[in-house]
């Protein structure tokens, strides 16, 4: 099975699809076939990915068809190439009502991983970018990937707004009866002044959080938000900048988190 990976945090505009595309893309440089999936209605992901089309393109078997109806036949017509060296599953315009049509739906939380179950299985990795709110599609990305990276933003960088992110992991996981990882969190869009390290330090130094802050951050940076606007990566606008070797970084720390783990299962069988 892929190892599914959902980048979430209910709060908005912390860097969860920044982090989804250049974790995805940073994975594919390290020859690791990968499948993005944008799970949120807005699909910026799929904008950034150049699928500005495909968004009102009246396509029957969209993700979102396939989530309220169930896994259709043709379903795998739902992955599409990119020039950034991943797939992708878009979001599209008809992802807007999805939210409220599942709410009636039976296994309405498990929908994402039936699909995923169908499609990802030829992939190493599988990132899932997630909604800006707590929702029956926020449940669905965390329930269908069971590992999860939480970005914060240098603003609310703080032990409560953590908290916060952590207890709706925890609500799931007690509601469902699962064990959810959490892979990192990681500090983005932060600043070049004393405030975000004191912060940081602090955090990185406290029980219950120290065990999960990655010890490097996404820095803020005009070319990451120039490269996002663009509808391409920071490798392909900046290859030079400072932040590529922090998203590599992470890709690392995401294969070694996933694949060491099953390298102990491998030896344990
Ligand atoms: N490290 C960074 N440096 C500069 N700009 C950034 C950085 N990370 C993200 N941004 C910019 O901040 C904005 C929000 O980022 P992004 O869309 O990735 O957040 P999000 O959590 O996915 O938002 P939403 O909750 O709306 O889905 C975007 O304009 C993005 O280009
Ligand atoms: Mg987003």
């Known amino acids: 099975m892929s190892n599914r990976i959902t980048v979430s945090n209910q709060k908005g505009g912390v860097g969860k699809t920044t982090i989804s595309l250049h974790l995805a893309v940073a994975l594919a440089k390290k020859d690791k076939d990968v499948l993005v999936v944008d799970l949120d209605p807005s699909a910026y992901l799929s904008a950034h990915l150049g699928l500005d089309d495909y968004y009102y393109d009246e396509n029957k078997n969209s993700l979102a068809y396939n989530l309220v109806e169930g896994p259709q036949e043709n379903l795998e017509d739902i992955v599409l190439q990119t020039d950034e060296g991943v797939d992708v599953v878009p979001s599209n315009y008809d992802m807007r009502g999805v939210e409220d049509r599942l709410n009636a739906e039976r296994n309405r939380e498990m929908r994402l991983r039936m699909i995923l179950d169908r499609i990802d299985g030829d992939y190493d990795y599988t990132m899932v970018d997630s909604p800006p709110s707590v929702g029956v599609l926020y449940d669905n990305a ?11 933003k240098d603003e ?12 709706e992991i925890d609500e799931i996981e007690k509601a469902f009866g699962t064990n959810i990882e ?16 004191d912060t940081l330090e602090r955090l990185r130094s406290t029980d219950g959080l120290k065990e999960y802050l990655t010890e490097f951050e996404i820095r803020q940076r005009v070319a990451i938000r120039r ?10 606008h900046k290859p030079n900048s400072d932040q590529v070797k922090n998203f590599m970084k992470l890709a690392d720390l995401v294969v070694s988190k996933c694949e060491g783990e099953n390298d102990e299962e491998e030896k344990e069988e």
């Open 142 to 152: 965390i329930l269908a990937c069971e590992r999860v990276i939480i970005p914060i």
């Open 182 to 197: 959490i892979l990192a969190i990681i500090p983005n869009l932060v600043r070049p002044d004393g405030v975000a390290t």
């Open 227 to 236: 490269a996002m606007k663009n509808r391409t990566t920071l490798y392909k």
């Open 156 to 167: 609310d960088m703080s032990i409560v707004s953590i908290h916060r992110a952590l207890d």
